[in-house]
């Protein structure tokens, strides 16, 4: 394959996913030709054609005007899609999204955050350290980042480059980072991995590629459970850990503490709540102080945070009702967006929608995901979300249903939700998962202001 550096025109195959639509930023910044499929529009894919990205939504190849000199590929586009039969009959090349990001990793130096809860997070507030401290960088995130309405951060001469790491498909294998940090290994993607076992093997090698000087930061534990030998330290909101928290408290939904450690920082408080962002919030101070910025910036920086689109966004929040909606798809996130509502809301019902996100994972996971949505007052499940799976026979919404516990559970149409909305008394409202639930958002809230005169 030629150089990156050499290339004049890419084609993305599923340029819509959060990943992908990252990258094709950064080549268009950079005046490459880009152009790419998706097979639903969507707000994403309209922000990129405004900034004049040519995006298609027909899987036709007579509507490919130029032949790419790369055609970068996403696992959630199925290799029978005629495009892609086009671009492999006519050899041209195509290399999966983490290969070209790995590539580009190997160009400027590297810091990749892995771990199957927070990296999006992680990496949008280490983002906003490093622009706060007037540090270049270019980043690649999992999220819209609210502060800067991008997914993409783009700096002329970057000192750094801050790459989410995922584990999927075993992408973060592809990077070759100076720091890396880890934030969580559950079990997860357990159709690639086949074992917890495996998937955390897949940590440890994630883990050493970091070069001999290199840096992991990971949260307290991980580095000896991935055996990992060389420079780590520690963060966890509790201590003992190189990082830790002090003097925690919650006042009006915001959690405050101290930082302390190797890093002494006071009062403070993102601007986001749930407890799980404090944690959060420790892990990019951390790799922050390992880059030598300052108590101040890292206080000023995280203070000044806005969140990351559909982490816990609050839609709603009146003496009527409350909404917001949130990406958990796995029982662990699931816990922490429940228990960050109970900690802001106490003592009201909370009703959640839920869309599970892939078969095989609703299917690995069924028991984690039944008791983590059982800590709902009010259960309201969708069908699952395909995404690149095919079905698995026996394997539904029903799956989850029939092993809910201690709340009010039903299955619900796409087709009959808004009417349940309308004709439910909620107080407060969430709505869960990764697949397109989050087309329903903005229906939800004006289905929500309409009923209550607002």
Not at 150 to 170: F, M, T
Not at 334 to 360: D, V
């Amino acid at each position: 394959m030629q150089r990156i550096d050499n290339i004049r025109t890419m084609f993305f195959l599923g340029i819509g996913g959060i990943g992908m639509s990252a990258l094709a930023r950064y080549f268009h910044s950079r005046g490459v030709c880009v152009s790419g499929y998706d097979k639903t529009p969507g707000p994403l894919t309209q922000s990129l054609q405004d900034e004049g990205i040519m995006v298609s939504h027909a899987d036709d190849p007579d509507t490919i005007s130029v032949s790419p000199d790369l055609v970068v590929h996403t696992p959630a586009v199925p290799v029978t899609t005629s495009l892609y039969r086009h671009f492999k009959e006519h050899k041209l090349p195509i290399r999966k999204r983490s290969e070209v990001l790995g590539m580009l990793s190997h160009d400027t130096p590297t810091i990749a955050i892995a771990g199957t809860h927070g990296k999006t997070t992680i990496g949008a507030m280490l983002v906003h350290i490093l622009k706060t401290a007037e540090i270049p960088c270019i980043a690649f995130l999992g999220g819209i980042s609210n502060n800067y309405d991008s997914n993409y951060i783009g700096d002329p001469d970057p000192q750094w480059l801050i790459a989410e790491a995922d584990e999927y498909d075993r992408s973060f294998l592809r990077l070759s980072p100076q720091i890396a940090s880890i934030s969580a290994i559950d079990a997860d993607h357990l159709d690639v991995y086949g074992s917890e076992e495996a998937l955390l093997s897949a940590f440890a090698l994630f883990a050493n590629r970091l070069p001999p000087q290199g840096i992991l930061i990971a949260a307290r534990g991980i580095a000896e459970k991935t055996g990992f030998k060389g420079t780590h330290y520690s963060y966890h909101p509790d201590g003992p850990a190189d990082y830790y928290l002090d003097n925690v408290f919650v006042d009006r939904g915001l959690y405050h503490a101290n930082i302390r450690g190797r890093l002494t920082v006071d009062d403070l408080c993102p601007g986001l709540p749930g407890r799980h962002n404090m944690e959060n919030a420790l892990a990019a101070a951390a790799i922050a102080h390992q880059l030598n910025i300052g108590a101040e910036t890292i206080l000023s920086a995280l203070s000044s945070f806005r969140g990351v689109y559909r982490r816990f966004d609050i839609h709603i929040q009146n003496e009527h009702t409350v909404y917001v909606d949130d990406y958990a798809h796995h029982p662990e996130e699931i816990n922490a967006c429940i228990e960050s509502a109970r900690e802001m809301w106490p003592g009201r019902k909370i009703t959640g929608i839920f869309q599970p996100h892939l078969y095989s994972r609703t299917r690995d996971l069924a028991i984690q995901f039944a008791e983590s949505l059982s800590l709902l007052d009010e259960v309201i499940l969708l069908d699952i979300y395909p995404a690149r799976e095919e079905p698995i026979e026996g394997v539904d919404a029903y799956t989850l249903l029939n092993k809910i516990e201690h709340a009010k559970a039903r299955h619900c149409r796409r087709d009959e939700l808004l009417t349940i909305i309308e004709t439910t008394n909620t107080d407060i409202l969430l709505t869960m998962g990764a697949g397109d639930i989050d087309r329903f958002a903005q229906p939800i809230k004006q289905a929500l202001l309409k009923k209550t005169g607002k």
